[in-house]
C-alpha cells in the first residue's frame, strides 16, 4: 500500500523555465525583462482617461481599438520617482492571470529595448534582501553583457487584489 502526500497543483508559470525570450524595457535608468509570451503589443502613449479612487500607480484607462484597457505606471508602482513622459516612454500591453482568465492591462515604461534570449546560464536567483523588501515578482536577474537586467513575473507585479480591481474598471 502506498501513501502519497497531495501536492498543491503548480500553474503554468510555475512549471515553466525562465529560460527564453524577453521583452527588455528601461525605468529609472535599470533595466528590466517581461517574458515575451505575456506581451500583445507595444504602444505610444494614448490619451489616459483618469478613474477615480484608483490606487495612485493607475493613470488610468485607455479605449485601445475599442476595449477598455487599464493602464499602470510601473515607476509609480514600483514606488520610483515619477517622470515627465517623453518621445519614448510607451504603454507595453501584457496579459496577466485573473480569477476571471486572461486579463490585458497598459503598464507604461520608460522606454522599450529589445527582445533577448536569455538563457538559464545567464540567470540567476533573486539574492535575498531580508523581510523588508518584497522580491515576489522578481524571476531573477539576468547577467547581460557586464550589466543586470530584473526579470519580472507579470503576473505577480499586481497583487490578485489589484488585478481583479482593474478588471472590474
Do not use: W
Not at 42 to 60: M, N, R, W
Request: hydrophobic share 40%; with cysteine.
Amino acid at each position: 500500500m502506498s501513501t502519497q502526500t497531495h501536492q498543491p497543483d503548480l500553474s503554468f508559470d510555475d512549471l515553466k523555465t525562465k529560460e527564453g525570450k524577453y521583452l527588455t524595457f528601461s525605468l529609472a535608468g535599470e533595466e528590466y525583462g517581461i517574458g515575451i509570451l505575456k506581451v500583445k503589443e507595444i504602444i505610444g502613449l494614448l490619451p489616459v482617461t483618469s478613474v477615480p479612487q484608483a490606487p495612485h500607480f493607475v493613470k488610468g484607462v485607455i479605449n485601445l481599438r475599442g476595449k477598455v484597457i487599464p493602464v499602470t505606471d510601473l515607476r509609480l508602482r514600483f514606488g520610483l520617482e515619477e517622470a515627465a513622459y517623453t518621445e519614448r516612454t510607451c504603454i507595453i500591453v501584457v496579459e496577466v492571470q485573473s480569477s476571471k482568465g486572461q486579463v490585458q492591462t497598459g503598464i507604461v515604461v520608460d522606454s522599450v529595448s529589445e527582445v533577448l534570449n536569455i538563457r538559464a546560464e545567464e540567470i540567476e536567483e533573486t539574492p535575498s534582501f531580508g523581510t523588508a523588501l518584497e522580491t515576489d515578482y522578481i524571476l531573477g536577474m539576468a547577467k547581460m553583457e557586464g550589466g543586470v537586467k530584473i526579470l519580472l513575473d507579470i503576473n505577480r507585479i499586481l497583487s490578485p487584489r489589484e488585478i481583479e480591481s482593474l478588471s472590474n474598471l
